[in-house]
């Protein structure tokens, strides 16, 4: 592995020592799963123009066209499963080092893998809303595709188009999402800034305020970052799947130290 090893136990002492510990994490954590960054080469923004599809306007204009976008990225998010970054973010979880995760990803992925307190910046893809308030889940809605029933699917209530509860381009953060993560990152002592470019605002300002409370910033991520340099304390470049388990591996290393007699 190409990560710098005395970062590696440098950033392992901070977030074995810190109680208030948080990570942000993007599509890099879920790339290993099999879901390509959307803005990446062969992503889904390739072919599907954002501006045509992923904007809450194009989906008031013609749910149907921005349904087969939909369509397709639900047969991705079907196919994939949690990796090792996600499965190491739970652990650290489980090992009372790791508060809560905050994340753009809409793939369900970090819950999957175990964790418990998962704030979804962007909304949750398994889940569809409609606008009188009903919520179906995303499989149900595929069972009823199987069964040979409409497409775009409609909501059993009011008959309007459901919506994948995602968050698309002209619409705003949840409103809750947004205050917990606001809150969450006042004052940490790590911020964990994994497979993310924080370019995208208002995710960008999460570790800002981290930073600009005291909190210390960590990025994982394969490539600099608008935070190496500048916000990120430490910058560890690797797939999150190989960094995180290594990370967290030492994490888990000096907390059995410390627990062990001498
Ligand atoms: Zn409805």
Redesign the pocket.
Known sequence: MTVDERTLDQVARLVAGGRRNVAFTGAGVSVESGIPDFRSAGGLWERFDPADYATIEAFRRDPAKVWQMYREMGELLDRAEPNAAHRALARLEDLGRLEAIITQNIDNLHQEAGSRRVIEFHGNARRLV?????VESAAEVKRRWAAGEDFPPR??????V?KPDVVLFGEPVPQEASREAMRLVQHPDVLLAVGTSAVVAPASYLPVVASKTGGTIVEINVERTDLTGTYAAYSLFGPAGEVMPALVERVEGLLERDRSPT
Do not use: F
């Open positions: 409609c606008s009188c308030g009903r909501c059993r209530s009011c008959g309007a459901l």
